[in-house]
């Protein structure tokens, strides 16, 4: 049964507004009120479920556009989430597309499509990267990284061998084809896992496997995350998975040009992410 | 006070570990693991439990589809559930909202915040 009133949760930047069943001009009153407060809060996107909604007012329409218009002003977005075609035939009428920004292909329409030259999008992905890294391991381990974006080890220099465990993202979509990859030695990842969970704690092989797919996922995510919602980008959300020593053979490196390492130097111990541009299909 | 249990569902044993020591600080007893969203429903079957915290990306089932499942058992309707996953796009923020979600942690976490949101969910007073 719907809401007799509108309700709210805030959650990270987003306040979700959940529409009452029906918007009279009672239900219209009280939601002006509130909306006055919702604009004060700080939030970058508000959304306003339909889904509940049955019937409305025209009172409800000027009371969202005048909504919408403060949240502008306060560099906030306002849009539309299950939105009847009832109500968007209504919103259309009324010339209030653009204060109601109904999303229809979810997340999709949420994200303004942006080119972006083969240097600029390297240049985002490395300094975001780069970002992610520095949250992962102050957070999580409570410690340093050392990590320039702008830096690029060969190679010849970091060879695979030399490593134990590799965590792999593969992303293959109309925007980003390349390979992610984050390097270490077992010994590397038992202490940042002993960083994470304390002195006390065995550090078993499974814990250690997981470390490595667990860094790679706060690191690839941070990034991904950030990219997306600030720079446009369109990258996708992807499980990482490990590759043993045993493995390794069937990563090719592409050369150079297609291929960046950006070594992360921690107090306890070097670990390495690549992004590979040249794969399109995983190790 | 009575006795709190909370499950945690995560593919990765390291967060499910660091996330039982984080429950365990704030006098949680009970505390229930399952590596993803097929093991999670299994387990509450037979199981109450007092807050659920769980990852996105899993495999076998995401979050959001554990989280739907969830909702759909009139016996959890109400059972909080805190996403804790590295995904934090306003897109994601927006589909877990409306999938029923409670509350959000973003990875990497600090502990604090995890002790803070548990203990405001189950009205555990924080300790100093």
């Known amino acids: ?283 | 006070m009575a006795t709190r249990s909370i499950l945690i569902v995560d593919d990765m044993k390291t967060v499910r570990l660091k996330l039982k020591q984080v429950c365990k600080d704030v006098g949680i007893e009970n505390i229930y693991e399952a590596v993803d969203g097929v093991q999670a429903l299994q387990l509450l079957e037979g199981l109450s439990v007092d807050l659920i915290l769980s990852d996105w990306n899993m495999p076998n089932m995401t979050g959001i589809e554990l989280v739907a499942k969830i909702r759909e058992n009139p016996r959890l309707t109400k059972t909080p559930i805190i996403f804790i996953t590295s995904e934090n796009e306003k897109g994601a923020i927006l589909k877990s909202l409306m999938s029923g979600v409670t509350d959000y942690i973003v990875k990497p976490f600090p502990d604090a915040i995890v002790k803070q949101k548990i203990c405001a969910l189950l009205k555990i007073p924080m300790k100093p």
């Open chain 1, 1 to 283: 049964m719907a809401a007799a009133e509108s309700t709210n949760q805030v959650l990270e930047g987003v306040n979700y507004i959940t529409l009452p069943g029906s918007l009279g001009e009672d239900a219209v009153n009280t939601l002006v009120a509130k909306m006055n407060g919702w604009a004060e809060l700080d939030a970058e996107m508000h959304v306003m479920d339909f889904k509940a909604t049955l019937n409305f007012t025209n009172a409800f329409f000027v009371a969202a556009q005048a909504f919408a218009e403060k949240l502008k002003a306060k560099n906030s977005k306002l849009i539309s989430v299950n939105m009847s075609e009832a109500v968007a035939k209504e919103v259309k009428r009324l010339g209030l597309e653009a204060s109601f920004n109904r999303i229809q292909n979810f997340p999709g329409d949420l994200y303004k499509k942006k080119t972006l030259s083969e240097n600029d999008l390297r240049r985002l992905l490395f300094k975001y990267l780069a970002q992610a890294a520095f949250a992962a391991v102050e957070t999580t381990l409570q410690s340093t990284v050392s990590c320039d974006e702008n830096y690029s080890a060969k190679a010849e220099e970091v060879p695979l061998n030399q490593f134990d465990m590799i965590s792999a993202v593969n992303v293959n979509n109309d925007f980003l084809q390349a390979e992610f990859r984050l390097c270490s030695s077992s010994k590397v990842l038992e202490r940042l896992a002993r960083a994470m969970l304390g002195p006390d704690t065995v550090i078993d092989a499974e814990l250690i496997e997981s470390m490595a797919l667990e860094l790679l996922n706060m690191i690839y995510g941070h990034a991904k995350s950030n990219l997306n919602d600030k720079e446009s980008f369109r990258l996708p959300s992807v499980i990482p998975r490990l590759m043993r020593k045993t493995e390794f053979n069937r990563i090719k490196r592409s050369g150079a040009a297609q291929l960046t390492i950006m070594p992360m130097v921690t107090p306890m111990g070097a670990f390495y992410v690549e992004v590979d541009f040249g794969t399109t299909r995983p190790s």
